[in-house]
């Protein structure tokens, strides 16, 4: 899981503080009609859970029940959240009974505000695309890429590369690894999207049990990275080169650097 920060938890509050206005009607005030109308049209269930939290907090913490929740009853609810609550915990997805009991003095409302907040953030963080490196790292054992009319099973590993793009393209990709695109090596044989491949990849390890290990890697790509890609290098069948190809099935990340996995393909 990625590393939890305070400002993730300030963007989960402000995401909640202009969603909750944006459903008033007109008036400047988030009535319960207006919340109960938010929540049905919410198509992700967990936004929805977070958000009638958040309000029924703000009603607790004014200890007013039928007051009526407007922006300066919203912006007086984050401030007491980043001001007396978070400075209180270490920013993980587990609190220390120690912590536990500091949050719980502060207001009945506040630890399970605290925690919900933090189960809430934590499903919504995106990895940095080291942080997908050092996962997949984690999930490669048994793992192969047999793919591409290769001629062997040949076991991948972790990739990351800083990039500083928020595109891809075969010329910016084999610049990135140090390769020059005009010799043989730095030739881009394939250059496509990769979710045939990956789910190629999935299928490929049923028969050895390792599907879901393999799916794993396949869902850390999907739900941190954009743009997935496969990438084959080397000119097929050129007298200066071998016939094992590097290939990088990868995606980009936070500050357009690029993680995933890499391997090889033979082509004699």
């Known amino acids: 899981m990625a590393s939890i920060k305070i400002v993730d938890l300030s963007k989960t509050l402000e995401d909640a503080r202009a969603t909750l206005l944006a ?25 929805a859970r977070f958000l009638e939290f958040f309000y029924r907090f703000l009603l607790e913490l004014e200890n007013r029940p039928r007051m009526r929740v407007t922006e300066e009853v919203i912006d007086r609810g984050i401030a007491f959240i980043e001001a007396q609550i978070i400075p ?52 490669t054992a048994g793992l192969f890429f047999d793919d591409y009319g290769s001629e062997a099973a040949i076991a991948i590993s972790e990739f990351f590369i800083e990039h500083d793009s928020d595109t891809l393209n075969p010329n910016s990709f084999v610049k990135a690894i140090g390769l020059d695109p005009d010799t043989p090596k730095g030739e881009v044989a394939r250059f496509e999207n990769a979710d045939r491949a990956l789910q190629t990849f999935v299928e490929q390890h049923v028969w050895s049990g390792l599907s879901d290990q393999a799916k794993a890697v396949v869902e850390l790509m999907q739900a941190n990275l954009t743009n997935l890609t496969i990438i084959i290098l080397g000119l097929d069948n050129h007298p200066d080169l071998e016939s094992n190809h590097p290939v990088y099935v990868i995606g980009i990340g936070q500050n357009g650097n690029l993680a995933g996995f890499e391997s090889v393909v033979i082509w004699t």
Do not use: C, W, Y
């Open 88 to 139: 209180e915990f270490e920013i993980k997805t587990r609190f220390q009974s120690s912590t536990n009991q500091k949050i719980a003095q502060i207001h009945k409302s506040a630890l399970p505000m605290a925690m919900e907040l933090i189960r809430f953030t934590a499903d919504n963080v995106v990895l940095t695309p080291r942080e997908v490196s050092e996962q997949i790292a984690q999930l």
């Open 23 to 47: 459903a008033t009607n007109g008036d400047g005030i988030v009535s319960r009609a207006d919340l109960r109308r938010m929540l049905q049209q919410t198509a992700d269930p967990q936004k």
